[in-house]
């Protein structure tokens, strides 16, 4: 199995996670834009502050490879009016898809709708761009009711308020990557919590985010039924080698 265009080749590090200047942590971002563009992958995920750069490197190199980048990341608590600006720049920057934080932690407290109004006002937006949207659940904060449960909010506000030709670019995403968990659990996707959503998300699809690291568990996930998968280790994982990244 070609697995290339499901592969969302990501580098989310500021840096300050890295450990390492900005203009090292901007040339390490260019690099993984550019292996992206020789490895044809679906898209590239990086963060707001690079989507113009890569948008230059793509379009000079005449690729398909596409732009994603995180919204209000990866605490997700920002506000309304915050995701929403962050969001306007990234599409005039020339983002493809948007991935947003959804702000579990009032969702968590029981605050439906200021969940249920994000999720509107920050979807419109996006389609109204022609963008993909994906709604990252961070599993890792969640019980699995609490998986069920928000799954099945964003598909209900995506069903209730827009055609069904939009379902398949709005998504449900797992993990940001950056969730600390004790007892070193699994902050990303795992086959248990990738079902729950995928039974709870349909028809609006899933992109497994975290804890991928190899060819047989991408694979897995894609016969599962995921439409994207996010990795920092995407050319390792192609290649059927073990990604060693953390993501």
């Known amino acids: 199995m070609n697995i290339k265009q499901y592969l969302d080749s990501t580098y989310l590090k500021t ?3 890295s450990g390492l200047s900005e203009a090292e942590n901007t040339r390490i971002a260019k690099g993984f834009v550019q292996e992206a563009i020789t490895e044809n992958f679906k898209l590239i995920m990086i963060r707001p502050t690079i989507v113009s750069l890569a948008k230059k490197m793509i379009t000079d190199a005449n690729s398909p490879v596409e732009i994603g980048t995180v919204i209000d990341f990866p605490e997700g608590n920002s506000g309304l009016e915050s995701k929403l600006t962050e969001a306007a720049q990234a599409i005039a920057d020339g983002a493809d898809d948007l991935d947003f934080v959804c702000n579990y932690k009032a969702f968590k407290e029981g ?3 200021l969940v249920k109004e994000e999720i509107l006002k920050c979807t419109q937006l996006g389609l109204f761009h022609n963008k993909v949207v994906k709604w990252i659940i961070e599993v890792a904060a969640l019980t699995d009711k609490q998986i069920i449960q928000l799954s099945v909010l964003i598909k209900n506000t995506v ?3 827009f055609k069904e030709e939009n379902y ?3 998504f449900v995403k797992s993990s ?3 969730f600390k968990t004790e ?3 699994p902050n990303g996707a795992t086959v248990p919590t990738i079902i729950l959503m995928l039974e709870n998300a349909s028809p609006l699809p899933v992109k497994a985010a975290g804890g991928v690291r190899t060819y047989e568990e991408a694979v897995e996930m894609i016969r599962l039924g ?4 996010g990795t920092s280790g995407a050319k390792a994982i192609a290649s059927g080698e073990k990604a060693e990244d953390g993501y």
């Open 226 to 229: 995921v439409k994207r998968i």
């Open 183 to 185: 007892n070193n659990l």
């Open 15 to 17: 840096p300050e996670q």
């Open 168 to 170: 398949s670019s709005v």
């Open 111 to 113: 605050n439906i709708d």
């Open 159 to 161: 069903i209730s308020n």
């Open 176 to 178: 940001t990557g950056f």
